[in-house]
């Protein structure tokens, strides 16, 4: 256990050791942890920052989603007082057409009686001739007594 | 190797020394040195001969070594670091990093971008050179006698060369700091004034002063050199039994050995932090 010139060597080796770990070792080591550590915060930050955007986002849809509701329900409001009204109008209609065809019907029975009672006029009057001319034997002159005809038929 | 336990012992704490011998000086096997020359001791008794002029080759070979491989691993990591998601060995190195910044954060308040790499190079450093003592006792001397080297001691902190190395160093960068932070005035003030804050006293303080700042590196050299030193002599007695009982207690006392190692090296780094600390304190 003798004290030398190692004493001396191990102190000059602590100090070259010593110099390098300062210059070389250390500040690229911490300097690299710093930096991570930066990273770190800056992602934590965003991270919070998108959980805020997505809370709001979510409030905004929520907004939009009530909005959209009550604008379909209107619609649907609309839609339904609109069918109705075309029911009534489609109802009405069909009532008037149905009227009208009514009345036409009845101006046609009208007239098809019209004409049968005149042709069954005509007729009464030609039988009614006749059976005069039977009666008297002689012919009729139809013109001298169409006037009397003419009364007659008219009251049938 | 030695024959008797006392023998083998003494063998083992015997560092292989280079250095100069005198011409004239008488040899182990009686052959006189004709000039004055560097060569390697054959014996203890040549190795305390040599005096001051010599060096313990295992100790700064080894301790160099531990020194480069530190460096070397750590350098290695710190040119790949990146900012992303670190591997195994640079999560290794960062926690290593971390853990000495923590330690001078709580120790050391002033600004001094040296202290930090500091504390990191001695803890490490020290811790390396003391795990040394994990090896078994025999393997490398064993090995290097077959190279034909008598003594062959690995563990340096074994050395008080080695522990004294360091806390010398430590010692003289508490007095630059010192000047530097106080000013000659300051610190000629620290050391007269206190503790006893009066002009009378200014001899004892001066006194107590000066022996407390020598003390300090005998405390932390001879800390750690008789803490490991005590293990590896623990280590070499063990190594005295018949082999296939070593274990039973070499186990033990090698696990308890783990504990020493790190709490010796956390002991040396944390003082040295409190010693600069002080010297940074400016009154």
Not at chain 1, 2 to 10: E, F, M
Not at chain 1, 116 to 131: C, H, K, P, Q
Not at chain 2, 85 to 104: A, D, K, S
Not at chain 2, 226 to 236: D, L
Request: some cysteine; aromatic content about 10%; charged content about 20%.
């Amino acid at each position: 256990m003798n004290i030398n010139l190692t004493l001396i060597g191990q102190s000059i080796a602590f100090a070259i050791f010593v110099w390098f770990c300062v210059k070389y070792v250390w500040p690229p080591i911490t300097a690299a942890m710093e930096a991570r550590q930066k990273k770190i915060a800056d992602g934590l930050s965003a991270a919070d920052r998108a959980s805020l955007d997505l809370e709001l986002a979510q409030e905004k849809a929520a907004k939009q989603m009530q909005k959209a509701k009550e604008e379909a329900a209107v619609l649907i409001d609309q839609a339904n007082k609109r069918a109705a009204q075309i029911v009534e109008a489609s109802k009405d209609d069909a009532r008037k057409e149905g009227e009208k065809l009514i009345e036409q019907a009845r101006a046609e029975i009208q007239q098809e009686r019209v004409q049968a009672r005149d042709a069954l006029r005509t007729e009464v009057a030609v039988l009614a001739i006749a059976g005069a001319e039977k009666i008297l034997e002689t012919s009729v002159d139809a013109k001298a007594h169409s006037e009397m005809l003419d009364k007659l038929a008219a009251q049938l | 190797m030695a024959g008797t336990p006392v023998e083998y012992i003494k063998h083992h704490l015997q560092n292989l020394t280079y250095g100069k011998l005198e011409a004239g000086y008488e040899r182990f096997d009686g052959s006189v040195m004709s000039e004055t020359s560097w060569t390697f001791a054959r014996t203890a008794q040549e190795a305390s001969d040599m005096g001051f002029m010599a060096f313990h080759v295992d100790t700064l070979g080894w301790s160099i070594a531990m020194g480069v491989l530190f460096l070397g691993l750590f350098r290695f990591v710190a040119a790949r670091a990146t900012t992303g998601v670190p591997g195994r060995l640079q999560n290794f190195v960062e926690v290593t990093i971390e853990f000495i910044e923590g330690i001078v954060r709580d120790g050391f308040h002033a600004r001094n971008p040296i202290i930090a790499p500091l504390a990191l190079t001695l803890f490490v450093w020290i811790l390396l050179m003391s795990a040394l003592d994990l090896v078994p006792v025999d393997f490398i001397p064993v090995l290097a006698q077959a190279m034909g080297l008598e003594y062959f001691k690995i563990v340096p902190s074994v050395d008080p060369n080695a522990t004294f190395g360091i806390s010398i160093g430590v010692f003289v960068l508490t007095i630059f700091y010192s000047f530097k932070v106080k000013g000659i005035s300051g610190f000629a003030k620290e050391l007269g004034m206190n503790p006893f804050n009066h002009w009378a006293l200014i001899p004892v303080n001066l006194v107590l002063e000066i022996l407390v700042m020598i003390v300090r590196p005998f405390s932390l050299a001879l800390r750690l050199f008789g803490n490991i030193y005590a293990s590896e002599v623990v280590f070499i007695l063990i190594a005295l039994l018949p082999f296939w009982a070593q274990w039973t207690l070499s186990v033990p006392w090698a696990i308890f050995h783990l504990l020493i190692i790190p709490l010796q090296a956390f002991i040396f780094t944390m003082l040295t932090i409190v010693y600069l600390a002080q010297a940074h304190e400016d009154h």
